[in-house]
């Protein structure tokens, strides 16, 4: 169990209490025994290549799958349509059919999509930043 929350920077694993440090170092517990089951469920699909850059995307507003694929040269139609599959099942993405000849479907974010839209940036702005500091070390 953590003894309180982390600030920033430190390690979640540095505040284990004792009985759960002891577990983790000397491997009769996993750590993922240790993480709360909804976060690493929340970081096992934010983890999926393109999952992150999907939601950024969509972040400005509906678009269309073929937009999407415009906006996202490198990910193929195929992965596209599993993620946002995913993503509508986790209530992240809602898929909208407009009538008429063609279906036109547009893809958008929910309230619950949207709600993590400050976590992506401050992980854009952190990778930013970070990214900055290397290029100045090379």
């Known amino acids: ?14 505040l284990l209490d ?15 025994q240790k993480v709360c089951p909804v976060v690493e469920r929340a970081f096992t699909l934010l983890g999926k290549k393109w999952v992150g850059l999907i939601l950024h995307t969509l972040s400005g507003g509906s678009l269309h799958f073929c937009e999407l694929e415009r906006l996202i040269p490198a990910l193929s139609a195929r992965i596209l349509s599993q ?5 509508e099942t986790e209530g992240l993405v809602e898929r909208t059919v407009h009538g008429g000849t063609p279906v036109r479907v547009t893809y958008g974010l929910t309230e619950k999509g949207m709600d993590l839209i ?21």
């Open 118 to 138: 400050p976590v992506l940036a401050s992980f854009a702005e952190w990778a930013r930043r970070w990214e900055k500091g290397k290029k100045d070390k090379d």
């Open 1 to 14: 169990m953590l003894n309180r929350k982390p600030e920033i920077g430190e390690r979640a694993e540095d």
């Open 18 to 32: 004792a009985k759960a440090r002891e577990g983790v170092h000397k491997g009769t517990d996993s750590v993922q």
């Open 83 to 87: 993620r946002m599959k995913e993503l």
